[in-house]
Every structure is written in structure tokens, then in C-alpha cells.
């Protein structure tokens, strides 16, 4: 199912693509393209596929081109091992974030995510525990120009990745990040 004919102008845009260039890579007129932008045509199905699939063909290609550093969340929620598990959780809700890396002195440790907490969900209702209680494995840390390819990868296994430059950690890369670059 293609999406509504006013979105082409608007997909376009965000692509950076001109008219003309739409109309060269559908193989369509730029004479077209402008009419159905201005609602002053109804596109054949076959016109309409061809134009989509330009436009989804030029939005995977810029996607393969991003890097990690590109749709990392700059700001990081972290905690330490010693902070409660119930700050964690504040913050996950707080945030609207489903993992936090675990920190201390700068280092990664560990990582709490919201499928350790359920699989533990016994546990923390019967005592205040520790964050370190519950952790499980530090996230991956990648380079800031890691491919969006590789990063797919890893989010299939992990529920996030620091970015890093030069030894310092710069950014997050979680699933809604990746899923993101859908829209």
C-alpha cells in the first residue's frame, strides 16, 4: 500500500531532491510530478508505483550511507552500579527510555534494560535492590562512523550501543533510533 499522493512533495523535500531529479529517477515528466504535487492530477497506478518506488529506492540509499554518530542521542541517561534500582527505573520512566548503560568512573560496567528488570520482576518487589544486582552486559561500543548496516546488526542482539570517539563516549544508538530512519 503506497502512501497518500500529498506525501510525495513532502518526501521529496526531505530527501533533497528536486522535481526534475524525482522525475528523472521515476522516469516520469517533471511536468507530471509538479502537477500531482499541486493536486492537479491523478496519477495512474502505474505512474504512482514508479514515483514511490524512486522515492523509497532514494531514502534506502541515503540511509545505507549514514553513520551511528548521525542518529545517536547525544544526551545519555546513565546510573552507577551502586544507585537503586528503583532510581533506574524512575529514570527509564521519566525519559520515556527502555535501558540505561551502567557507569562508574567512565567506564561502561554493565547495562539495565527493561527485560532485565521483568525477568527479575519477583526479586524487586520482595527488596530495595542495586542496580549491580540486576545489570547484565555492558552495551557494545562502536566508533561514531559506524555504518547504519553494522549497527542493525548489533541492536538485533543488544538493546543499544555507545558511540565513542577517541576513548570517550559521545552518544546511544537504541532500536527507536534505527526505526527512526523510517519515517
Known amino acids: 500500500m503506497f502512501p497518500e499522493l500529498d ?10 531532491l528536486t522535481q526534475s531529479d524525482l ?17 492537479l492530477m491523478e496519477p495512474s497506478y502505474t505512474i504512482t508505483k514508479k514515483i514511490f518506488l524512486a522515492l523509497e529506492k532514494e531514502r534506502a540509499k541515503k540511509e545505507k550511507n549514514k553513520v551511528a554518530n548521525e ?7 546513565s546510573v552507577t552500579p551502586e544507585d537503586s534500582v528503583k532510581k533506574a527505573v524512575k529514570l527509564m520512566n521519566a525519559y520515556a ?6 557507569i562508574e568512573e567512565g567506564r561502561v560496567v554493565g547495562g539495565i534494560s527493561e527485560s532485565n528488570l521483568i525477568s527479575k520482576f519477583e526479586t524487586l518487589s520482595r527488596r530495595d535492590l542495586k542496580v549491580e544486582e540486576v545489570m547484565g552486559d555492558p552495551f557494545p561500543l562502536i566508533p561514531e562512523d559506524t555504518p547504519v548496516k553494522i549497527l542493525k546488526a548489533l541492536l538485533e542482539k543488544f538493546p543499544a550501543v555507545l558511540t565513542v570517539r577517541k576513548g570517550e563516549i559521545t552518544g546511544i544508538v ?3 533510533d534505527l526505526l527512526n530512519l523510517i519515517r
Open 7 to 16: 506525501e510525495i512533495g513532502k518526501v521529496r523535500k526531505k530527501l533533497g
Open 23 to 39: 522525475a528523472r529517477i521515476a522516469n516520469v515528466s517533471q511536468s507530471t510530478i509538479a502537477k500531482i504535487e499541486n493536486g
Open 71 to 77: 542518529i545517536s542521542t547525544k544526551k545519555i541517561i
Open 97 to 102: 527510555i527502555s535501558q540505561l548503560p551502567v
Open 174 to 176: 537504541t532500536k527507536s
